[in-house]
């Protein structure tokens, strides 16, 4: 079976989104543990100050954590992807509200448009997965 080209791209990138954003979460982790603040990444703070410190959730480790599991399971649904198994894409769409929790909650701004790319490319190819 051949694996439609729009379909590597939406394993693509959940792969830019699983190691562009999970990457961060070891230093991250790692200040905390250390009892330093949230590292600074490009000019931006890594997890901390957006909407969930605003209502009064503070970035922790287990957060975090939490967070990199996501980005782990993100990879994974790329992997699956990739191999064109519908297992990813349902592993991919049930993902979606979990991850935009995380997005929203730390201000995240380029999940969200990914996540509309890669679900419209899903949907659109459903029947050639396997």
Same mark, same amino acid.
């Given at each position: ?8 791209v ?6 830019l ?8 979460c070891?230093p991250a982790? /790692? ?5 330093? +603040? =949230? *590292? %600074?990444?490009?000019? !931006?703070? @890594?997890?901390? /100050?957006?909407?969930?410190e605003?209502? +009064? =959730? *503070? %970035?922790?480790?287990? !957060?975090? @954590? ?12 790329g ?17 979606l ?18 996540a509309?790319?890669?679900?419209f ?5 459903w029947?050639?997965?396997?």
């Open positions: 079976m051949t694996v439609p080209t729009l379909i590597r939406a394993a693509i990138l959940h792969w989104i699983a190691v562009g954003l999970g990457v961060f070891f982790i /790692r200040n905390l543990l250390t009892g330093r +603040g =949230i *590292p %600074t990444v490009m000019g !931006l703070p @890594a997890y901390g /100050r957006g909407p969930f605003r209502v +009064g =959730i *503070p %970035t922790t480790v287990p !957060l975090l @954590a939490a967070f990199l599991l996501v980005c782990i399971l993100e990879a994974v649904a992997v699956l992807l990739w191999g064109g198994h519908k297992s990813g894409a349902v592993l991919a769409l049930v993902l509200p979990v991850g935009g929790v995380f997005w929203w909650g730390f201000a995240l701004p380029f999940p969200p448009i990914f509309m790319v890669w679900t490319l899903i949907l659109l190819n029947q050639a997965l396997r």
